[in-house]
């Protein structure tokens, strides 16, 4: 790649920013508190925008487009962009090959080993820290002069390099022999699309402009976003386009036995299959097509779907079976794989992608289509699902095998969704989809849509557990980097002689998910000094991704492991591995040969088909018989010694006490927002000395919820407005009575704080306050009005009716 095409890159606003310049904007935010990090970015961003005024006023000819610079800093979110195919490994094998280190070196081994524990001068939380510290004294002390263009510029000549399989390494070697330790660190984070800034990128999107997110949401395209939103001061109208991707909806978490909550008031629902595929969105116009995956690739140049009907597999079935009277649509499905022979629908968990088939595959794509956004130029998305599906029945002729359309079924019982589902398990499916029917399609949203997903592994004894034993460990990443984060797991051979314990135990799977900081803290301290680098010989290892540290099976212990199913795999020597693993309980109370055998494990496979389902059981309507707000507790089976030493601790490390502003109350927070999720409101009210349950009790002084339409969150408002043991409030008081200047005192809760209360706050509140919000002796101000007419306006009063405000003998006539 040229880099010296200055004249050119001079012309654009990334060519007159310096790399080095964006890379301490980066490094600074990336050590601000969490307050000040979206203060920086909008600095910077502001200054960009400043020199790019400027440039244009000086040149009006001057490309001075904000998207060579968003895109470095946010990489994750760039589909447009050829795929680096470079992660860590690969970039551990590259920079040792352009530093010519040495496969064997001992800088070599540090950087294809950064995970694991180095030294305090090689402290790093990923990647591309541990590189910097290990290579900065072969990289220049002084900043290069590249500008944001020319790092662009060199980004995009990787990518193709890899289109066309070719080295990258004399890419490397120039760009790493003019820049420094800091911009190496840097590149390497954008190379890996995680800048680690600890701010998210929806917050992000927001500092650049108030409608981005919403922007993205219909779009997905960063460089569309650069060129709509160009000006701050100006408001965009987002809407869905055909053409270009946009988020779709997605599906809250339901467990079987809450399904009688989904009928309270009445509701009807449609029950559909849960397919476990790849979801995707096809947008067609006058004989043209596009196909993108969920997360926003493009895949209509991929051959089993195509531009046009002769380009493609999928597009030129579609020509076939597509309505004539259907000049556009956008549809939602999912893209599944058929098998030509077996006719049969595959699943993600088996061998094949369905994004990359060819017509010499076993399989073909097959698109089942549950939804549809866009009707002959006409969104539909703001339309009851139920008038969706009539729409949906005449776009298209079904085709078994390639176009299907998913079969629903109407309910409005829970006997009936009870039913189904156990119809689900009986066939082997991934679970059910319930939407009501009335649901509207509301883009990048899950929970409060009212549709939901419903699997087997959701409930505690529904799936089939399998205790398996500890026989290696991964390192993590991030605050993990050098602690052990996951564990390779094994079965025992069943070829031993009866009576005696196993001699040979096999890998089966990696798991991580499940366990707690605080269980992971007393596995570290149990398994302190029994880890080794050397593999054990009785222990047969997976054929790849191995484990970092080993452990003696007779020094290990057993976790018990639930898994969606069982599916057969290669890389493992017990020839199955498993889907979806989470740990359930740690079982120090069982001796390590009492682990799963290789014949257990032969025992839960039914048939020849490669994808085992791990369901024990169907469900019995007693299951979800109504009961209060139980919490699953996990059973653990620790010994005595080991539970004294077990402490709860919902954080990794005691956040820093800025004030007593709560002294010990107890708050429960359900669920937070974007802004702030739950773990952060936690972290906040630790600071402030609350005592933080995940439970509210008897002695609560509130409960925080930030959605009210999620399942949990409903149910617990419901069962208050009936109860009233609780004061459940809004973000809106948290963010009030947490703001720096009122950390003097605590504030009483105010009427529109709450959104359900006890008997005795709310007769408190009546002293000063009427039903319209109106306080009796302060004078009413433009925000107390608004905030009265909103009250009104959602109170059901249906004549004429006059609001005398007490101070300001204001008259409102208001006709609902």
Not at 40 to 67: V, W
Not at 501 to 508: G, R
Not at 576 to 599: H, Q
Request: charged share 30%; net charge positive; aromatic share 10%.
């Amino acid at each position: 790649m040229n880099f010296n095409k200055r004249n050119e890159m001079n012309k654009t606003l990334a060519g007159k920013i310096e790399f080095k310049n964006l890379c301490n904007v980066l490094e600074k935010v990336s050590k601000a508190h969490n307050t000040e990090k979206a203060d920086i970015l909008e600095q910077f961003i502001q200054e960009c925008r400043i020199t790019g005024h400027k440039l244009k006023t000086e040149f009006p000819d001057m490309d001075i487009s904000f998207f060579p610079i968003l895109k470095l800093i946010l990489p994750d979110l760039e589909r447009r962009q050829e795929a680096y195919n470079l992660k860590e490994k690969s970039l551990a094998d590259l920079y040792i090959r352009v530093f010519c280190l040495g496969k064997d070196s001992k800088d070599a081994k540090k950087l294809k080993q950064y995970k694991a524990p180095i030294s305090k001068k090689i402290a790093g939380r990923d990647f591309a820290e541990k590189a910097c510290c290990i290579l900065q004294n072969r990289l220049p002390r002084k900043n290069s002069d590249f500008t944001l263009e020319q790092i662009n510029l060199f980004l995009n000549d990787i990518s193709l390099k890899n289109k066309a399989d070719r080295p990258k390494d004399e890419i490397f070697k120039f760009l790493l022999g003019k820049t420094n330790a800091l911009e190496l660190k840097w590149i390497t984070r954008i190379i890996l699309k995680n800048l680690k800034l600890g701010i998210t990128s929806k917050k992000i999107l927001q500092v650049f402009h108030p409608d981005a997110n919403s922007l993205f949401d219909v779009s997905s395209n960063l460089q569309h976003i650069c060129e709509k939103l160009y000006d701050p001061q100006l408001r965009y109208h987002c809407d869905i386009q055909i053409f270009s991707h946009f988020k779709p909806m997605l599906l809250e978490r339901c467990q079987i036995e809450d399904i009688k909550k989904l009928f309270n008031e009445k509701e009807q629902y449609f029950v559909q299959c849960k397919y476990d595929g790849e979801r995707s969105q096809i947008h067609i116009k006058d004989g043209k097509y596009k196909y993108f995956t969920r997360q926003g690739y493009d895949i209509t140049n991929n051959s089993g779907f195509g531009k046009t009907s002769s380009s493609g597999f999928m597009s030129s079935v579609f020509d076939r079976l597509l309505n004539q009277e259907v000049k556009s649509v956008i549809l939602d499905g999912e893209l599944m794989g058929w098998h030509k022979e077996k006719k049969l629908l595959g699943s993600k968990g088996m061998n094949y992608d369905v994004k990359k088939l060819s017509e010499n595959s076993h399989y073909q794509p097959c698109f089942i289509a549950f939804d549809i956004i866009m009707h002959n130029d006409i969104l539909v998305n703001n339309e009851p699902y139920e008038k969706r599906l009539k729409i949906l029945e005449n776009i298209f002729k079904e085709e078994e095998g390639v176009l299907l359309l998913c079969k629903s079924i109407k309910v409005s019982k829970s006997e009936e969704l009870c039913n189904i589902f156990n119809e689900s398990i009986k066939n082997k499916e991934e679970g059910i989809v319930v939407k009501k029917c009335d649901s509207k399609y509301k883009l990048n949203i899950k929970d409060g849509t009212g549709c939901y997903k419903i699997k087997a592994e959701y409930s505690e004894d529904l799936i089939q557990d399998i205790d398996l034993i500890i026989l290696g460990g991964y390192y993590g990443d991030g605050k993990f980097i050098g602690s052990i984060k996951s564990f390779l797991m094994g079965v025992a051979s069943s070829s031993k002689t009866p009576g005696e314990n196993p001699i040979e135990f096999l890998s089966i799977v990696s798991v991580s998910n499940g366990l707690s900081m605080d269980e992971l803290k007393e596995l570290w301290r149990i398994f302190e000094n029994k880890w080794q680098t050397q593999r054990p010989t009785n222990v047969i290892p997976p054929k790849i991704d191995l484990p970092e540290l080993w452990i003696c099976p007779e020094n290990s212990i057993i976790l018990t492991v639930k898994a969606s199913e069982m599916t057969r795999s290669s890389d493992y020597p017990t020839g199955y591995s498993l889907r979806f693993p989470e740990v359930t309980n740690i079982r120090t109370d069982k001796p390590w040969y009492n682990v799963c055998t290789t014949n257990d494990l032969q025992s839960l496979i039914k048939d020849t088909w490669p994808i085992q389902k791990l369901t024990k059981r169907k469900v019995n309507y007693e299951d979800i018989e109504v009961s209060e707000i139980k919490v699953s507790k996990r059973k653990k089976y620790y010994s005595k010694n080991e539970q004294a030493l077990i402490k709860p601790n919902i954080f990794d490390d005691p956040p820093i006490q800025f004030t007593r502003l709560f002294d010990d109350k107890e708050i429960c927070v359900i669920n937070g927002n974007d802004e702030l999720p739950k773990k952060r409101i936690e972290e906040i009210l630790l600071q402030h000395k609350a005592n933080v349950v995940q439970n509210p009790l008897k002695e609560n002084y509130c409960i925080i919820i930030g959605n009210i339409k999620t399942i949990k969150a409903n149910d617990i408002i419901q069962n208050n407005n009936i109860n009233k043991k609780y004061d459940i409030v809004t973000l809106d008081w948290f963010k009030r009575v947490t703001k720096e200047e009122n950390w003097s005192s605590l504030q009483d809760f105010l009427p529109w704080d709450l959104i359900s209360s006890r008997e005795s706050t709310k007769q408190r509140l009546a002293q000063y306050y009427d039903d319209y919000y109106d306080h009796y002796t302060v004078d009413a101000n433009e925000e107390t009005l608004l905030r009265s007419f909103k009250k009104l306006e959602e109170t059901e009063i249906y004549s004429i009716i006059e609001y005398s405000y007490k101070k300001k003998k204001l008259v409102l006539v208001y006709d609902k």
